[in-house]
């Protein structure tokens, strides 16, 4: 003969069972799925300054500036198992020495139901691009998209999207204080 509270923890067993195995579900149903995509990344009008960087070390820097044209289509990202994605944009050079410094520009959150056709024209960087040092003149620069996949269960996903673009900024500095818009951000 069953208690109530025998049949009360059997239906509580039964249930967090069925949520265990849905969950799952969700999870293996999208283990499979890579969440690439392509991106238009341009960079315009990059330049380099000298400028004091008070945030680090104080010393003259240089300071790259440009302005970013993006253009994407995130909506084959969202299937029923994405939440929300965070998008950075990182900046990759080689220096005499590192082998790699990696910059982030840029970045920005899509939620489910949010707009994610993304098209932006020329909007300057939202964080400052400073090399800890003086290399950015005649450098060249890399730029990717990349995205983390926070999803309702399982990985959390790291994607390097399809389609970087490179560039090389000029061999002189600017000196002229007028000729570029400031990030949008702080870091
Ligand atoms: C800059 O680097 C990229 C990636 O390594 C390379 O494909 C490109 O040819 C380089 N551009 C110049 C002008 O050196
Ligand atoms: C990567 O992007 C290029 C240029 O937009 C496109 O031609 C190519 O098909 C894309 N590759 C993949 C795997 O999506």
Same mark, same amino acid.
């Given at each position: ?9 059997? @239906? ?9 195995? @849905? ?41 790259? $500036? ?15 198992? $994405? ?21 982030? @520009?840029?970045?920005?959150? $899509? ?33 990717? @998209? ?12 790291? $994607? ?28």
């Amino acid at each position: 003969m069953h208690s109530f509270l025998s049949r009360a923890n059997t @239906l509580f067993a039964f249930t967090i069972t069925v949520l265990a195995v @849905l969950t799952t579900g969700v999870f293996v149903s999208t283990f499979f799925e890579e969440y690439r995509g392509t991106v238009s990344i341009g960079a315009v009008r990059p330049i380099v300054k000298h400028m004091t960087d008070f945030s680090a070390n104080r010393k003259k820097n240089d300071l790259g $500036v440009l302005q970013l044209t993006l253009d994407m289509d995130l909506n084959p990202l969202f299937d029923w198992n $994405v939440k929300q994605l965070f998008l950075y944009l990182v900046a990759e050079y080689v220096t005499p020495a590192n082998t790699l410094n990696q910059v982030v @520009l840029w970045d920005k959150i $899509v939620r489910r139901g949010e707009e994610a056709r993304l098209s932006f024209h020329e909007i300057a960087t939202k964080y400052y691009f400073w090399d800890d040092g003086e290399h950015l003149r005649s450098n060249n620069v890399t730029l990717s @998209l990349n995205w983390n996949i926070i999803s309702n269960a399982g990985r959390l996903m790291h $994607v390097r999207a399809n389609g970087s673009t490179s560039f090389v900024f000029p061999d002189q500095y600017i000196t002229s204080r007028t000729a570029s818009p400031k990030p949008s951000g702080q870091q």
